[in-house]
């Protein structure tokens, strides 16, 4: 299997001007072969400006992102698409900081042009529910799950929560993982942009006592064999398994994996190939370039580089994938002021 890039394009033409922070993209296949992507921008992360936004590439290139959910004083965060046929939905979380998160969704019955009104995803659970940054699994028997994690000032857990409607009712299966009761503030090659586009990780002596696992990105390789890896404050990818379809999880484990405490996401293709987008750098919040595609062909037992998006210095992170046909498709953050798409023709032979 190889991939071959088509041309990259910026979801925010330079007409529209730069926002003073953009970040965490999502990305659907519509059914005419158009995409639907959205993020989070404003003015800092988690400042109160901060809204969900929308941008569709149609035959001739992304048009102009469009405001969809915002409220002044609230920031808003990570959405995460989910499409079938023309219905489509949108989780996204509101709050000052991810200690804080309420998870919100809407549902578009035209493909993203109108939505719904957006309302709490589990009325009247204080705990975080549904997808947190990666997109859902549709299972081999048709459920969803949705790969989500939590955050206290002090450790990081991730869970999945599995649907059988459709998202209007949720069963949540912990990941477990035991955790660091001293995190050593190892500053070695410490990302230079921390804290720097960010309201909520500003004291060093803070970030680097979170100790755990969050944003998982799932697969499934046989009915009911479900697979995660994960974001790590550990300096690796760690992964989990389950064989039951995600209603229980073995404990998470240390992958070869390098990880710089920043999000990754994977998609599996029709042969059972797995590529994988993250930035390959060690270290608890290490640098977020260079952003590279690696490819297993064994269910994650191994990986080569496949591509590199980016390998520059900047911040090129939180890259989201997904596959339809004979293309792949990736977006991710592009020095926190754009997001950048980069399609790439799937050869199997």
Known sequence: MRLYPDAPAFLIPPAFGLFGHCHGSTLVVLPDGGLLAAFFAGQREGAGDTAI?????????????NRVFARDGVAHWNPVLHAEGSRVWLFYKTGPSAHDWIQQWAVSEDAGHHWTEPRPLAAGDPT?????????????????????????????????????????TWHKATVPL???????????????GLGENALWETRLDVVFRWDGVIQPSLWESTPGQVHMLLRSTRGQVYRSDSRDGGRHWAPAYATPLPNNN??????????GTLVLACNPVPGNWGRRYPLTLLVSPDNGA?????????????????????????TLQVTYTWNRTNIMHRPFRIDMR
């Open 53 to 65: 936004w929308l941008s569709r590439r149609t035959a001739s290139g992304w048009q102009r992102p």
């Open 128 to 168: 975080l529910r549904g997808p947190v940054r990666n997109k859902l699994l549709v299972l081999s028997d048709g459920d969803w799950l949705a790969p989500g994690s939590v955050e206290t000032d002090r450790y990081w857990d991730a869970f999945t929560d599995r649907s059988t409607d459709k998202g209007r």
């Open 178 to 192: 035991d955790h660091h009761t001293t995190v050593g503030p190892d500053q070695t090659g410490i990302w230079q």
């Open 262 to 271: 920043s999000a990754l996401d994977l998609v599996r293709l029709t042969d």
């Open 302 to 326: 191994t990986w080569h580089p496949e591509r590199d998006l980016e390998t520059a210095a900047g911040e090129f992170s939180y890259p989201a994938v997904v596959a339809a046909g004979d």
